[in-house]
């Protein structure tokens, strides 16, 4: 029920980076707007670029068909696992190993799950592979990415900007990111429409009817457990 709400916010926020809509809101806001000019707020093309996306499951898949399909981009991603050859066709996704979708991508686009093995996906040495002129977008989960290294690098304009959604330490970010202009900060809302909340709701009613009334959740964490 998060796949295709998920992979629209984490469009949405693709778009707001590579745009400067943030960055370009404040100035605006703060009465700074006097005049137009050739170069005020160019940012980065996102119809044709190429999205490198770093976790390749129902939500990056769902992001993969809305770039191919919808904004003619170029789409690489890396996983744990290959997906089958039918699914890459159907997502018009290659595969390619770590280092070369940093180097490559125009925008790379996290979302990985957390666990020990994916703590700082992101840290200092994989900025450093990024080309100048790359977004870096997380809405996977906080830690994913070391925030100190990237607010480091976005100060240094290693990367051009960076779009987050969640973060380390979460609901408290880091100070460095909010110092930096060049980076969108959103509060952990890639899941917030009204009507995925709702079914939310009802999903965890269903599944405690399910486990009061007939002995068995819906949908349980430990359902592998469950079935020996």
Avoid at 21 to 34: D, I, M, N, P, Y
Avoid at 85 to 94: I, Q, V
Wanted: with cysteine; net charge neutral.
């Amino acid at each position: 029920m998060l796949t295709e709400t998920t992979a629209d916010f984490g469009f949405a926020l693709l778009m707001a980076t590579a745009r400067r809509v943030t960055e370009s809101e404040h100035f605006l806001r703060a009465g700074q707007w006097k005049h137009w000019h050739f170069e005020m707020f160019s940012g980065a093309e996102v119809h044709g670029s190429t999205l490198g996306i770093i976790g390749m499951g129902r939500i990056g898949q769902a992001i993969a068909r809305r770039a191919a399909f919808g904004f003619g981009m170029p789409v690489i991603y890396h996983n744990r696992s290959r997906l089958d050859a039918a699914l890459e066709a159907d997502c018009r996704a290659r595969y390619v190993g770590k280092d070369e979708l940093l180097k490559t991508a125009d925008h790379v686009l996290l979302v990985v799950p957390y666990s020990a093995a994916s703590h700082h996906t992101i840290g200092a040495p994989e900025l450093a592979l990024m080309k100048p002129t790359a977004t870096l977008i997380n809405i996977a989960r906080g830690g994913i990415v070391d925030d100190v290294a990237l607010a480091a690098a976005l100060r240094a304009h290693r990367i051009a900007a960076a779009g987050l959604d969640v973060f380390e330490g979460e609901p408290t970010v880091h100070p460095d990111l909010l110092a930096c202009s060049n980076v969108v900060l959103t509060p952990h809302i890639a899941s917030a429409t009204a009507g995925t909340r709702r079914a939310m709701a009802m999903l965890a009613v269903d599944n405690l009817i399910g486990y009061l009334v007939h002995g068995k959740a819906v949908t349980p964490l430990n359902a592998a457990e469950l079935a020996k």
